[in-house]
């Protein structure tokens, strides 16, 4: 589970997160990048307890991407990364079964980790995933402080920021993938699913340490705004033999505004096309920047249904 939102101090200090925020701080980024990923691949392959490492690299590598505006120096090092050679751990002699166990899930038949496949990012991926989008609409975290037992406000965390910074660099991930397999496109799906297929937004009761339903409803139409304008053509292309394979559920799910069971057709394609038409003009609910957001996903989309 990532370890984002702990309380300073809960956990030891990430003995990765040095050597990443080294280089994704640097200008010269790219020249470090193949060192960096040769010593992070190194640490993982002689760990006592590779799997344990392997959720401490990708857990240091998001904090350090939802700490960032800019994505370039991650994608060097997760391209430096790839093109390491498959590693064979060497350091299990003394290590339990359950340790073992949990290493067989990321390696394949020849026991290597292929890193070429970014062994349990895709996990560590998720688990960031849902955990910012359960918190985005947070607008101050309270900690318990450890010996008083009062509450304390972590006022500097900006919850929606960091879910924006990784939703931002997920898709602009999704858009350079050169295989954009079903397990990634269907968050664009999802996303779609979710915000385009409803009016407004549910009623909420006031917190005051929560956004209101309008603030929460602005945030999540801006990421799906960002999902469509960047990974829809993705999305469209994705085969929906392989979409149905493992989502066949969502995809028959009815929506307020698609109370159909027929899974992603064209209709459904038109009907977010005409919501974001709709809500790029929503000058009420959105801000100009948003507005402008989603009129590039109208246009994508308007693209798409206009060419196929």
């Known amino acids: ?51 344990s490492a392997l959720w401490e690299l990708w857990t240091a590598f998001f904090e350090s991407v939802i700490s960032s505006s800019s994505f370039e120096a991650h994608f060097a090092l997760l391209d430096s990364i790839r093109a390491q050679p498959p590693t064979l751990p060497n350091n299990l002699s003394k290590t339990t079964r359950d340790v073992k166990e ?15 496949q970014l062994p349990r990012f895709g996990w560590e991926w998720y688990d960031t995933y849902a955990t910012l989008h359960q918190w985005r609409d947070w607008t101050s975290i309270q900690d318990a402080d450890s010996e008083s037992g009062t509450s304390n406000l972590r006022s500097s965390i900006t919850c929606s920021q960091r879910w924006l910074r990784f939703v931002n660099f997920s898709t602009r991930l999704l858009k350079r993938s050169k295989e954009q397999p079903a397990h990634e496109t269907i968050w664009v799906f999802y996303t779609c699913k979710d915000v385009l297929e409803h009016e407004k937004p549910p009623p909420r009761q006031p917190d005051k340490h929560r956004m209101s339903a309008e603030q929460l409803w602005a945030l999540d139409v801006r990421v799906a705004a960002i999902w469509v304008r960047d990974g829809a053509r993705a999305l469209w292309n994705t085969d929906y033999g392989e979409l149905r394979k493992e989502w066949e559920a969502a995809l028959d799910e009815s929506t307020d505004l698609w109370p159909r069971e027929d899974g992603l057709n064209r209709e459904r394609w038109q009907l977010w096309e005409e919501r974001l038409l709709v809500l790029s003009t929503d000058e009420a609910s959105l801000d100009e920047e948003t507005r402008g957001l989603v009129k590039e996903a109208y246009e994508v989309v308007k693209e798409l249904l206009s060419n196929f």
């Open 102 to 116: 949990a290493l067989r899930s990321h390696t394949k038949a020849d026991g290597k980790l292929h890193w070429s």
């Open 1 to 51: 589970m990532t370890t984002i939102f702990n309380t300073p101090g809960t956990y030891p200090p990430n003995t990765f997160l040095p050597q990443i925020s080294a280089i994704v701080t640097s200008s010269d980024y790219s020249s470090l990048a193949e060192e960096t990923a040769k010593h992070l691949v190194e640490a993982v392959t002689t760990s006592s307890n590779p799997s």
